[in-house]
């Protein structure tokens, strides 16, 4: 017996809608035939290698700088920043934001299914305003509002990130999910899916992109926010910047600002690579059952 996914992309495939879809996915497929040593060149030539060389450079070999940035700052001793390895501190930027969005993608994700079922649909409204207030709070606001109930660290860091990824998700994810066609729904009920199985064998994959493009967004921008979490205690990137900035040592503010936007590059375009492989597969799939 053929998987669910195969059959519904199969009639997908042979309604007028999925002519347009199966097309961008044949565009997006070509990759898929080309030589290896074609796509071995092409690896070399990708940008999240050399970005993320370059991150992972300046972020284990910071001391390399010493030279060039006592000759840019002659009266700023020390120029590297010490209190805590870099290493460290990204570590810890890192778990931070990864416990943030995975709240969120989880949160996010789950509100979106609900109130895209029958269920659920009159508290789309209010879903969506408490998202939007969520994310028009400043995060400063919010550790401000959090310090005092959960105290200083990290707590009130996740507890930002988490409120501010919230809308991008939800929205994306509710876009996702109502943009599959209702003939699609309709067929597999007619295959005899239950409402649990068209949600996970049909409708998640199907929307999978447009998530994942919240998603990229959400983390993105947790990546470059949570650097405020060292204003109440939280190990960042954004440690040495506002050390840098309370000492008046402009060193310290450029190596944690290059560090946070290679993170967030580097980020972004691993995001952009998985959404570029989801959109293959998709169009592979079709591609196979076409033939």
């Not at 990546?223 to 040495?240: E, F, H, K, N, W």
Request: charged letters at 10%; a positive charge.
């Amino acid at each position: 017996m053929k998987p669910w996914w195969q059959v519904h992309l199969l009639w997908y495939h042979r309604s007028e809608t999925c002519a347009l879809i199966s097309g961008y996915g044949h565009e997006q497929g070509l990759g898929a035939a080309l030589p290896v040593g074609m796509k071995g060149a092409g690896s070399l030539a990708s940008p999240v290698l050399w970005v993320g060389l370059l991150f992972a450079a300046l972020l284990f070999r910071t001391e390399a700088l010493r030279p060039a940035l006592q000759w840019a700052f002659p009266g700023v001793e020390p120029v590297i920043y010490q209190r805590s390895s870099f290493p460290a501190l990204f570590l810890s930027h890192f778990t931070l934001v990864a416990v943030a969005s995975l709240a969120a993608i989880s949160v996010g994700v789950a509100l979106a299914v609900f109130v895209t079922r029958p269920i659920g649909q009159d508290f789309r409204t209010m879903v969506n305003a408490l998202a939007t207030v969520g994310q028009s709070l400043p995060p400063a606001a919010v550790l401000a509002i959090a310090v005092p109930a959960v105290g200083f660290g990290s707590r009130p860091t996740i507890l930002a990130l988490f409120l501010y990824g919230l809308l991008p998700i939800i929205e994306n994810a509710i876009a996702g999910l109502e943009g599959v066609p209702g003939a699609v729904r309709e067929a597999a009920a007619g295959l005899g899916l239950s409402p649990w199985q068209q949600l996970r064998e049909v409708e998640l994959p199907l929307a999978a992109p447009v998530i994942l493009s919240g998603i990229r967004v959400s983390v993105t921008i947790a990546i470059g926010t949570a650097t405020i979490g060292s204003t109440v205690g939280a190990l960042t990137l954004g440690t040495p910047i506002f050390n840098g900035l309370v000492a008046d040592k402009l060193p310290f503010v450029i190596e944690g600002a290059v560090l946070v936007a290679l993170f967030a590059i580097v980020t972004d375009l691993c995001f952009s690579a998985l959404d570029r492989r989801l959109r293959r597969e998709h169009g592979q799939a079709v591609s196979e059952r076409n033939r």
